[in-house]
């Protein structure tokens, strides 16, 4: 079945750093887009950023760009988030999804496969 965990999430202070991982499982990320998404308590869940399933195009929301980087290794099936200069409005349980068309610009309801999440926390 397809499947995809994150991991990486963590308390970290702001200003600081943390790397997110997307790793797929029952299937191979070739060919799909991978976005990335988080909903903060109380907040609608909102997209942070997506890739094409070739890499070659990104989407990064106005509240993260700069300071967040997509990217994927497809040799280890797993979609990458650094997120540098970390703000406490960052704090949120952060998903990846899948989508197999692979190509941006893409919706949320675009999106099929869907982690269960992992908590970042931003806290001084």
């Known amino acids: 079945q397809l499947q995809l965990v994150e991991s990486g999430g963590g308390l970290v202070q702001p200003g600081g750093s943390l790397r997110l991982s997307c790793a797929a499982s029952g299937f191979t990320l070739d060919y799909y887009a991978i976005g990335w998404f988080r909903q903060a308590p109380g907040k609608e869940r909102e997209g942070v950023s997506c890739i094409s399933s070739s890499g070659r195009s990104t989407y990064y929301a106005d509240s993260v760009k700069r300071r967040f980087t997509i990217s994927r290794d497809d040799a280890k099936n797993t979609v990458y988030l650094q997120m540098n200069s970390l703000k406490p409005e960052d704090t949120a349980i952060y998903y990846c999804?899948?989508?197999?068309?692979?190509?941006?610009?893409?919706?949320?309801?675009?999106?099929?496969?869907w982690g269960q999440g992992t908590q970042v926390t931003v806290s001084s």
């Open positions: 999804a899948a989508e197999r068309t692979g190509g941006l610009p893409l919706m949320e309801a675009d999106f099929g496969a």
